[in-house]
């Protein structure tokens, strides 16, 4: 199972998904931030912006709840754009 949380930067998302995760044994935690600020970490400072608009943040993002899948597991994250 995997849940993503979404809301207002603020909101509460990821005390939300510590949460979950204490009553849930076993359940883990993937940030699609720190996707995020490794891609921008890596681009040069004229280059940087949302990270959510860069198609290898899609992946990564991806690539990662899909090895987290086997579990529980939740994403504290507010997404703005639908498309995403």
Not at 47 to 75: I, K
Request: charged share 15%.
């Amino acid at each position: 199972m995997l849940l993503w949380i979404n809301g207002p930067f603020g909101g509460g998302k990821t005390q939300a998904a510590h949460e979950i995760q204490r009553r849930l044994p076993g359940s883990v935690i993937c940030d699609p931030e720190h996707v995020g600020f490794g891609l921008h970490r890596m681009m040069p400072p004229l280059l940087r912006g949302d990270f959510q608009d860069l198609p290898a943040w899609r992946q990564g993002v991806y690539e990662v709840l899909d090895l987290a899948a086997a579990g529980s597991g939740s994403a504290a994250m507010t997404s703005g754009t639908s498309r995403y």
